[in-house]
């Protein structure tokens, strides 16, 4: 008895679980990936501020620095003019190399940052004190400092300190606002992480249950199978032993000059029928076989024309006309496994083909090619890519497996492989070809002539 997975209604709840469980984690991930995102810009600006507000203090310091100096160089100028004797000459150019350096210290901050122009302004007046000492303009150095250096420096200061406070307020704010999203991502990391973790623990444990609700189910269809398998096995053997009997006998009769004419036609059907069903039974002992691995194959040197006149007897018998043009070679092929598959493929072409049917056969290189050819309307297009497999019954292709039971061409194709050969289908210039490549035996031919001839009348 076929099993089947006892909660089919549990199915769509598990869904809507696995939906939420999606949702949430997707949820939580969106959240944290934010929370980091936020984070780490807010760590950006912070780097950023602090970097203005340590430009800010170096600024500072360096307006500080070249006011000490410039107020230090224009004194050291006055002494030196007014204390005769004094030499202040080195005090005087290490002042001012001070001032210098704080000079050029201002412009590289300067340019690195939000432009400062009252620092620039008391730059300028720093360096017109500077330029004035140098030049012994000591005077013209203290009026400018006494007019000017103060409130430049002033100025100078007031700006720096107020850019300061602004970046100072914006890296507060900025602070707060990263510890905002780190507090949000950590509830919601501690809230909803959890939650996940159940719900995922719970969908694990669902859908190792469900897995192995499917196993079961899966062991059961192959005893399943198996079983059918052996009681077709079983049941094909049986039915070869009247069959062989009956088909026998009719061809017995056939030959018989004694039968009258209007019984040898009947048993002309017996025995067609009879093969038919041999065939079917064969096909479906093959099939049971090849499902449980347990065909084997004897491979042997074949006679191509041998085969061709043996292969052809049958529905020769049976009244129908079959064309025959095959090269002699030798094939390297299990015997009855080559004749089953030929047979299936003629059988099919006289039930459901054209008029005229020829058996092709000729070498290709390391291989040997065998042709049934027809004139019929061959396979729809659509069916020709699943044409190899079993069990092709559709409306649209009634005809083509009518009195069969879908097993032929699928055997073809197993049987051909299994030989270390190939089987292909085509449709050109209104004829339908089923093609079957088996490995021969040699690479020559052998010495006896191509048979082309017709056997039987239809």
Known sequence: MRRRIPTPEGQPRSNQRARLVTIIIGVTLMVVSAALFAVTETTTKVSRWAAELHR????????????SAVGLATHLSALEERLDGWDLEKE???????????????????????PLPSVATFTEVARSIADAVRSGETESAQEIAAGSLNSAFTDASTEVIGRRE?????????????????????????????????????EIVERQLRQRQLEMQLE???????????????????????????????????????????AREMLGMVTT?????????????????LSAGQLRYEPRRVSTTEEAEVLIRPFVQANQTIAI???????HVDRLRQRQVLRNLISNATKYGGPNITLVGESRG???RWMVTDDGPGVPPELE??????????????????????????????????????????????LTRFIVDVPLADASSGSRPSIRAAGGVR
Not at 56 to 67: K, N, S, T, W, Y
Not at 273 to 289: C, G, N, P, S, Y
Not at 325 to 331: L, W
């Open 220 to 262: 059961a269809e192959q005893e399943l199978a198996q079983a059918r398998d052996e009681f077709v096995a079983n049941a094909s053997h049986e039915l070869r032993t009247p069959l062989t009997g009956i088909l026998g006998l009719s061809e017995i009769l056939v030959d018989d000059d004694r039968i009258p004419p209007d």
């Open 385 to 430: 890519r699943k044409l190899f497999q079993r069990y092709i019954h559709t409306l649209t292709f009634q005809q083509a497996v009518a009195g069969g039971v879908g097993l032929g061409l699928s055997i073809v194709k197993s049987l051909a492989e299994g030989m270390g050969g190939s089987v292909g289908y085509d449709r050109s210039q209104g």
């Open 325 to 331: 043009d095959v090269e002699d070679a030798a094939v």
């Open 366 to 368: 390391v291989t040997y």
């Open 166 to 202: 602004i970046v100072l307020a914006d890296l507060t704010g900025l602070d707060r606002a990263g510890a905002r999203f780190g507090d949000m991502a950590r509830l919601t990391v501690i809230l909803v992480v959890p939650l996940a973790l159940v719900l995922v623990y719970r």
């Open 92 to 114: 005087l150019t290490d002042t001012l190399d001070a001032v210098d350096d704080a000079e050029a210290g201002l412009a590289s901050q300067l340019g690195a940052g939000t």
């Open 56 to 67: 800010l203090d170096e600024i500072q310091r360096l307006v500080e620095g070249q006011r």
């Open 273 to 289: 029928e009879a093969a038919d069903l041999a065939r079917m039974v064969e096909d479906l002992l093959t099939t049971a076989r």
